[in-house]
């Protein structure tokens, strides 16, 4: 199965922008990329998914590559409220849904 | 309600006991799932279901039992678990099968096995 490569770590001040990247160099043709996040004590969130182009909604925006083998979740304005850990997953068009979570991206916003 | 609910939110029992967990969707979703979650752990799945039949099950040991009556709810039976069962037990949906689709997670329930 396809792979992902997040950073461990990273850190915002509130309002300001967040790129939080995503390598996937083995993605398929069929595979999507999903982003998650998960606050502590929470479940996950889905936050926003993908193809080939970029996409926006209320959340966040989602920068894909032109090669597919990258991506970047933007967070447009960081809030407090937007500390939490993200998840960037590949999910294949056929396969029954097996969601490999891996370590995440660990976001912190200070004030 | 809305969204994915999960009872009970927290749930300790011994290793003998049988109890049961329950998630409900209201999302009008054909497709619902249960993970666990360890510490310091990815995200597991254990179960997969589409229309009610069982599409998934990715070698979960039988003390974990899954029933899916109808579309909306899905159970977790739990019985003679292990200290190691203990866990976030996460359960979502997703309005079908495929990685086209985003899913829907609950809030989770944490159990602890004494």
């Known amino acids: 199965d396809a792979k992902t490569t997040q950073p461990n770590s990273m850190e915002s001040n509130e309002e300001e922008p967040v790129h939080l990247p995503c390598n996937h160099s083995t993605i398929s043709g069929t595979d999507y990329i999903h982003w998650y996040r998960q606050l502590p004590s929470q479940g996950p969130e889905y936050v926003i998914h993908?193809?080939?182009s970029n996409v926006n909604n209320r959340m966040a925006s989602l920068a894909i590559a032109e090669d597919r083998k990258s991506s970047t979740l933007i967070l447009h304005r960081a809030t407090l409220r937007d500390a939490a850990v993200y998840y960037c997953?590949?999910?294949?068009?056929?396969?029954?849904?097996?969601?490999?979570f891996g370590a995440g991206t660990r976001l912190t916003v200070k004030p | 309600e809305t969204g994915v609910t999960q009872t009970p939110r927290h749930l300790v029992m011994g290793m003998t006991n049988k109890k049961s967990l329950k998630c409900e969707q209201h999302?009008?979703?054909?497709?619902m799932y249960w993970y666990k979650q360890s510490a310091k752990k990815p995200l597991e799945l254990m179960f997969v279901y589409s229309l009610e039949e069982r599409v998934e099950n990715n070698s979960v040991p039988s003390r974990f039992s899954p029933e899916c009556p109808n579309s909306s709810h899905l159970f977790l039976h739990l019985h003679t678990l292990q200290p190691e069962d203990s866990a976030l037990y996460l359960c979502a949906s997703s309005q079908d099968l495929g990685g086209q689709y985003e899913q829907y997670f609950g809030p989770g329930t944490r159990l602890t096995v004494t």
């Open positions: 997953i590949l999910r294949d068009w056929y396969n029954n849904n097996d969601m490999r």
């Open positions: 993908g193809l080939t």
């Open positions: 999302l009008g979703h054909n497709a």
